[in-house]
């Protein structure tokens, strides 16, 4: 015989063992107190925080009727629009629902997942709500109000659930054990109230899953948790965020890749992130940085590749480009980054961007944030830079490996003074393009292929000045201009 679900035997019966819902439960309470029973509710909030359980009991209540989970009543007809959500369904509905109830007081329709009906189904359901027969309630539930009409909405008494706080999830899972004789440190069930992110389903589901770890004197612990989970260890997780607050990439990244290596999902290590920063806000707010940037990475097609962006901090050394054409790269086949080289194997830098004020107001200028790594304890020095500049180099390199940036960098023309190089750009939609973000660091390491890590970037929409310096002062006392070759002319003509 299969075990009952935790979740399902621990279900609240009555209104008065909701947990964490006063705001609801207080509300519903009185009104069936003073016999106040509208003909439409519509419960709304994230999953697992109790709206189907409030949606039977209140069904029942309205009734008189006791309820269980077990409990079925022909008056009380729960309907899944996820399978149901089709406008023939829902006449169905409506006609059924003209019959008197058979023994109960009001005929109750539970709706779950009442945001999956169809448009036409909506308009169908909007008839009956607008004029419904006296012995008819309707209660619907619904993790994404968003999608209902605001007809629907508007012909409704909506009730909005919150998650459930942590602490209270740790103090039912607590009672839940006990009751099971499930051997639990209070480490554990923290962890557990975390993982659940407000829903009391989640959580219950989570010990249920668990509870076969204790027995024959064994407590369940944190670190067993972790283990059977995939997750990381809470050390490590202490000791990246630590990494990034102290701004020691190589740190941070030495334990990313450690992750990585023994199988830890990047996505999991996110979340565990996640939660962790959050505990902290309090008390270090510069990790509101680190929130906003994880979000980021959970959010993309390649967390790994993400979370590894994340922090690279400006103290960390440059490691080999991580694009490159060799099919058999660490990058392509493990789908992350390189190691960062030693010292000795990696001899170029990454170039310090700076931002310039145009001359012409119609001109644009954009400023590139740093996204490459800058060299540990090494301030820029002339010597770090070529005194000329490759840019065929640049360019051909962009072209072999980063083919999106070449398209405009082979469209734009370049000034370079040692240590500063100024990429003029053809029109503000270029200029725009290269100040996005997943461009940066292909043009960082475009010029550090070249040996010109160093230099300062600036990407202006200003044309490039006269070579000639007497050519140069004209252009200014005239606005400005584009150099042009008699070759050029000659060729034009």
């Not at 279900?11 to 439409?40: F, M, W, Y």
């Not at 701004?247 to 996110?270: C, F, K, P, T, V």
């Not at 902290?280 to 509101?288: E, M, S, Y």
């Not at 390189?338 to 145009?358: E, F, G, L, V, Y």
Request: charged content about 20%; some cysteine; glycine content about 4%.
């Amino acid at each position: 015989m299969s075990k009952k679900a935790l979740y399902r035997k621990y279900r609240s019966t009555s209104l008065d063992e909701i947990v964490g819902q006063p705001h609801v439960t207080d509300i519903l309470k009185k009104s069936l107190k003073q016999g106040n029973v509208a003909h439409a509710y519509l419960l709304t909030g994230p999953r697992g925080v109790g709206k189907t359980s409030i949606a039977r009991i209140l069904a029942h209540e309205i009734n008189g009727l006791d309820y269980t989970d077990e409990s079925t009543h022909l008056d009380i007809i729960e309907i899944d629009a996820a399978s149901n959500n089709g406008v023939d369904d829902v006449r169905d509905l409506r006609d059924k629902a003209m019959i008197a109830p058979s023994s109960a007081a009001k005929k109750v329709y539970i709706i779950d997942e009442v945001h999956m009906l169809s448009k036409a189904a909506f308009n169908a359901l909007l008839k009956i709500l607008e004029e419904p027969p006296e012995h008819i309630v309707f209660i619907l539930a619904t993790t994404d109000v968003d999608k209902l009409p605001a007809t629907i909405i508007s012909r409704t008494q909506q009730f909005h659930f919150r998650l459930i706080p942590a602490a209270a999830i740790k103090d039912h899972l607590k009672f839940v054990a006990d009751k099971e004789s499930i051997a639990i440190d209070d480490e554990a069930l923290e962890l557990i109230a975390d993982r659940a992110e407000g829903g009391f389903r989640d959580a219950l589901s989570l010990l249920d899953q668990l509870s076969s770890l204790a027995g024959d004197g064994t407590t369940i612990s944190k670190s067993m948790i972790e283990e059977n989970l995939g997750l990381a260890h809470h050390d490590i997780v202490e000791k990246i965020t630590d990494a990034y607050l102290s701004e020691d990439s190589q740190a941070a990244l030495e334990l990313l890749l450690s992750a990585r290596d023994e199988g830890i999902s990047a996505s999991l290590l996110i979340s565990q992130l996640l939660l962790h920063a959050q505990s902290l806000v309090r008390t270090k707010p510069a990790i509101l940085s680190l929130i906003d940037a994880l979000i980021s990475a959970a959010d993309s097609s390649y967390p790994q590749l993400k979370l590894l962006t994340v922090f690279a901090l400006p103290t960390a050394p440059i490691s080999q480009p991580p694009y490159t054409n060799n099919s058999d790269s660490l990058l392509q086949s493990s789908g992350t980054a390189p190691r960062s080289t030693t010292a000795a194997q990696s001899t170029t830098h990454a170039p310090t961007i700076t931002k310039r004020t145009p001359v012409k107001k119609s001109s644009t200028t954009k400023q590139i944030k740093q996204d490459v790594p800058q060299p540990v304890n090494k301030p820029l020095a002339n010597d770090d830079v070529p005194k000329t500049l490759d840019w065929e180099g640049v360019v051909n390199y962009a072209k072999a490996n980063h083919v999106a940036i070449y398209s405009v960098l082979c469209k734009c023309d370049f000034s370079y003074s040692s240590p500063n190089l100024t990429i003029h750009a053809a029109n503000a939609f270029y200029s725009r393009k290269l100040d996005d973000s997943k461009y940066r660091i292909m043009i960082a390491h475009s010029l550090a292929s070249v040996g010109a890590g160093g230099v300062n970037v600036t990407i202006t929409t200003e044309p490039k000045p006269p070579a000639d310096a007497k050519l140069a002062a004209i252009a200014q006392l005239m606005g400005g201009g584009t150099e042009v070759s008699l070759n050029t002319l000659e060729e034009g003509a």
